[in-house]
């Protein structure tokens, strides 16, 4: 899923079931939860469906709501401590949106989706917010309910949305990539500190015709990705990967890291050791750059190898950068070395290699450059 889509990126079409049937939606790699468990008591009245919001984010965040005509539930907002459940009531025709606040005030201003107060009142977040719609039938002519997860509006957290005790195509929607963690620096939104606490869609960011496929650009014949400046579509999110994020490694461990961004960078490399990132998208334009963040306390002498190589970790490496003492183990640099084009989907593999047995190098993310 790419965070730059100009259309809602998750949209499911499901039958209109009981008065029952509720949702469940999820912001969060553990965040808010939006929705209505299917947990007995929790049965709404005729004319009505019920909502759920979980916040296991693991902080304090608002949620904020809109429906138009004065029907924004709750007054368009409240606010939710870590792991608590919120149960809300809404008109069966009910259309509308709900997202999460983060980094808010006493008074209800946020970082990331603010509307100025706890209750939006009618009001709609600032982006970048992950969305949660919804429109809700019967009505005339309606015979299903629409519900996606959107990132029109940018993201500021994952979010899922489950169906509970509905009929027809009830499947989940949502979004669980951490975006934030790897948005291309032009698209961040970063606080006081450096860190990016959400990421804006490329139309939201530039305001152009041609990232927003609108104006002369508004046809599907006019808005091609592959012509924009940067195909921020193409890469699929593209940026620094993780390298806290790896789906296997050998011969590492992960700490807390004082670099731009926070978050934890994985250490006590030594010869041998290994990272495995599985599905790796470089899009269909060639990723043709190969850049790390690393920093080093090794002592003199002491020096090795971060290679790059693709789908096996005895495939030849395609990137070979050397790295030494950079003046401490928080001291991070971003090293770069031109490789061969390459596109398409693959698991990536770091290795590392030195000719001493010690620790040489911390590494905290790592990206392709097209």
Request: hydrophobic share 35%.
């Amino acid at each position: 899923m790419s965070f730059d889509q100009l259309t809602e990126t998750v949209t499911r079409r499901l039958a209109t079931g009981s008065t029952r049937r509720t949702f469940l939606g999820r912001m969060g790699a553990a965040a808010l939860a939006i929705g209505a468990v299917g947990l007995g008591g929790n049965a709404a009245a005729a004319g009505t469906r019920t909502f759920t919001f979980v916040n296991s984010s693991g902080q304090n965040i608002l949620v904020g709501s809109f429906g138009p005509n004065g029907t924004s539930p709750l007054g368009g907002g409240w606010s939710m401590t870590p792991g608590q459940t919120r149960v809300i009531t809404v008109p069966d025709t009910f259309s509308g949106r709900f997202w999460g606040r983060t980094l808010c005030s006493a008074n209800g201003v946020c970082e990331t989706g603010d509307c100025g107060a706890i209750a939006c009142n009618g009001g709609t977040g600032v982006p970048p917010a992950t969305l949660a719609e919804v429109t809700l039938g019967p009505g005339v002519g309606v015979t299903f309910d629409d519900y996606d997860v959107s990132l029109v509006d940018g993201y500021n957290l994952p979010m899922t949305m489950v169906p509970v005790n509905g009929t027809g195509q009830c499947t989940p929607a949502g979004c669980q990539t951490d975006f934030n963690a790897t948005c291309p620096p032009a698209l961040q939104k970063v606080d006081n500190a450096g860190h990016v606490i959400g990421c804006m869609s490329a139309c939201i960011a530039f305001r152009t015709d041609q990232f927003c496929c609108s104006g002369a650009f508004g046809t599907p014949q006019t808005c091609i990705p592959t012509q924009w400046p940067v195909n921020y579509q193409a890469t699929g999110g593209a940026g620094p990967i993780r390298a806290s994020g790896f789906a296997a490694q050998f011969g590492t461990t992960k700490e807390t890291t004082t670099d731009t961004g926070g978050g934890q960078d994985v250490t006590s490399i030594v010869n041998g050791s290994w990272l495995q990132f599985n599905n790796i998208d470089f899009g269909t334009i060639a990723a043709t750059q190969f850049l790390v963040r690393v920093a080093s306390g090794a002592p003199a002498g002491v020096s090795g190898l971060v290679e790059m190589r693709l789908d096996s970790r005895t495939n030849p490496a395609l990137a070979s950068l050397a790295v030494a003492n950079t003046g401490g183990w928080q001291s991070w640099t971003t090293l770069a070395l031109n490789m061969s084009p390459v596109t398409g989907t693959h698991t990536v593999f770091l290795t590392f290699s030195s000719g001493q047995p010690a620790h040489f190098v911390n590494l905290n993310w790592f990206e392709f450059g097209h």
